[in-house]
């Protein structure tokens, strides 16, 4: 695990988006996996930039975010699809087809979670994958105590996860109850693998993720096993 500390957000965005165009550039139809959220919204600014300043093409890169709520309309603006093409995929030349999040409103949601790993896989597998963390250590919505031979799935989520992620809502009792997620082992198949995480309130779960102990308790320690996992952290609120 590559371990990498920086003091500011603007230096977590700028060091992650070097990696991921550098990924680009050598492989023009790299497959990426993605993530919402606070901690790569700076990032995919930065990219957005390069792509305007004739630096970086996605016309040929394929996408897979790492989740998405169940039961919102795709483009209620609460979805995670409307907030990856309100901070990316609208400003950059991403094919439509290319661009595939999990469809959390699937008459069948067991069989779209095998049908999802079964995309990745047809792509070829995530080149590289972004994570951020939660403070509890969770990576994409597998909490603590999912099993890391866990697969794409559907999660229940925590009532603290559901009350930090309320600000994307008009109140808590709209946020759904329920998600579908890449599991650990869909995650794990990635080949590379670059984790953000910004601020103090990140401090404890990066502290635990560099004790080494692994553990179902902290899902992030998983990560600990995989052979390409740079860690990118720092900075206060
Ligand atoms: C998002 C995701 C989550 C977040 C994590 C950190 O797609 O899967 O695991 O990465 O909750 O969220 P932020 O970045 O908002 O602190």
Not at 47 to 64: I, N, Y
Not at 113 to 118: I, K, N
Request: proline share 4%; aromatic share 8%.
């Amino acid at each position: 695990m590559k371990w990498i500390a920086v003091n500011t957000y603007e230096e977590i965005s700028e060091v992650a988006a070097n990696i991921f165009s550098k990924q680009i550039q050598e492989k023009p139809n790299s497959v990426l996996g993605l993530a919402t959220g606070g901690s790569p919204v700076g990032m995919y600014k930065e990219l957005v930039a390069r792509h305007q300043a004739g630096r970086l093409s996605f016309k040929d890169v394929q996408t897979f975010n790492l989740d998405e709520y169940v039961g919102l309309e795709q483009a209620s603006p609460a979805s995670y699809w409307t907030f990856m093409h309100e901070n990316l995929f609208n400003f950059v030349d991403i094919l439509t087809e290319n661009i595939h999040l999990p469809n959390g409103k699937s008459e069948d949601l067991a069989a779209e979670c095998v049908a999802y790993d079964g995309r990745i896989e047809e792509a070829g597998g995530i080149d590289l994958q972004l994570l951020g963390i939660g403070v509890n250590g969770h990576i994409g919505f597998n909490e603590p105590g999912t099993p890391f031979d866990a697969t794409t799935n559907i999660v229940e989520l925590t009532e603290s996860t559901r009350t930090e992620n309320a600000v994307y809502f008009d109140n808590l009792s709209e946020v759904p109850t329920h998600a579908i997620t890449m599991g650990i082992q869909s995650i794990m198949k990635a080949k590379e693998i670059v984790l953000i995480a910004f601020g103090e309130k990140k401090l404890d779960a990066i502290e635990k993720l560099k004790s080494g102990h692994v553990t179902e308790d902290f899902p992030a320690s998983q990560l600990l096993n995989h052979p390409n996992v740079t860690i990118i952290y720092g900075g206060t609120n």
